[in-house]
């Protein structure tokens, strides 16, 4: 019940209020709550896809949200108790039972719809992508193989992480890039949290999905394992590096020619002699983990 003194506008003005404050308090900042909805922009073509459909479920989702409170509210003020009198009794009401019959059934078509589309559209594989990675998991390393190269020995040319060394994965900005997916042992999934994408690496299966990366998604950026896969999981990890298409190729030409992933990055430019940036290994002497 509504106390006899609130009027209307005052309930309504308490109801915004309210509903305004859990919406700042819910996200990180005002950006973070009202520009993506929590829902962060990703480094590929397929992320965006991803991004419109989320935001127009929360638009979906505020606007019958905000025809449901208003409903409540109108309610509440519009038939709050006036006197001891009972108000005429309805047993029911027609309009009513097939509005919230009808429009459940056709939000909930429209986002399946939706849904269906863009699912559709970011397992799409192509027949010829720019780029093709094969992805090799094993407990607890990543191991990257060019498939379309080769290197020095006349293999396809290789990067394989080690007790000091992050594997870091060179992939050229504005190219589609394919992934194969094989594991060694057990369950593992190969996550870049920028790319707003992951897909399990299973042991007898073969897993593809491609990505097309957008043309200003140069930098750095961490990968890791996202399926508790044993002890040493949580440092699973890789960094994705996006450079130019020109870099790329430069990157290619120093591996064929004998480099190291490290030895060609630093020798193109880039920071901390071509190693990781975003993440370190894991410190295997116990005598300094613990003493720290």
Not at 15 to 27: H, W
Not at 160 to 171: E, M, N
Not at 238 to 247: D, G, T, W, Y
Request: aromatic content about 12%; charged content about 20%.
């Amino acid at each position: 019940m509504v106390s006899r003194g609130l009027s209307p506008a005052r309930a309504v003005g308490l109801a915004v209020s309210a509903v305004a404050v859990t919406t700042l308090l819910a996200g990180c900042s005002v950006d973070s709550a009202f520009a993506g909805f929590g829902w962060p922009k990703g480094i590929t073509q397929q992320g965006d896809r991803m991004y419109d459909l989320w935001i127009g479920s929360v638009v979906a989702a505020l606007v019958v949200g905000v025809f449901v409170w208003g409903l409540i509210f109108w309610c509440v003020v519009r038939y709050r108790k006036r006197g001891d009198e009972l108000p005429p009794q309805t047993r029911y009401n027609m309009p009513f039972e097939i509005l919230y019959t009808v429009a459940p059934f056709v939000v909930i078509a429209v986002l399946f719809f939706y849904t269906a589309i863009i699912q559709t559209d970011v397992d799409r594989l192509s027949k010829n992508p720019d780029v093709r990675v094969e992805v090799i998991a094993s407990k607890w390393n990543w191991q990257f193989v060019y498939s379309d190269t080769k290197g020095p020995d006349g293999q396809p040319i290789t990067t394989v992480g080690a007790d000091d060394y992050i594997p870091v994965l060179v992939l050229p900005a504005g190219k589609s890039v394919q992934f194969k997916e094989t594991s060694r042992d057990v369950i593992h999934s190969f996550w870049v949290p920028d790319i707003l994408f992951k897909r399990d690496v299973i042991p007898g299966v073969e897993n593809r999905f491609e990505i097309k990366l957008k043309d200003n998604a140069a930098g750095a950026y961490v990968g890791r394992c996202a399926e508790l896969c044993g002890t040493y999981h949580s440092m699973m990890n890789f960094e994705l590096r996006v450079v130019s298409a020109e870099q790329y190729r430069q990157y290619l030409d120093l591996r064929g020619a004998g480099k190291s992933t490290p030895e060609a990055l630093a020798q193109l430019g880039f920071p901390n002699q071509g190693y990781a940036t975003k993440t370190q290994p894991f410190n295997t002497d116990r005598t300094k983990r613990s003493s720290s």
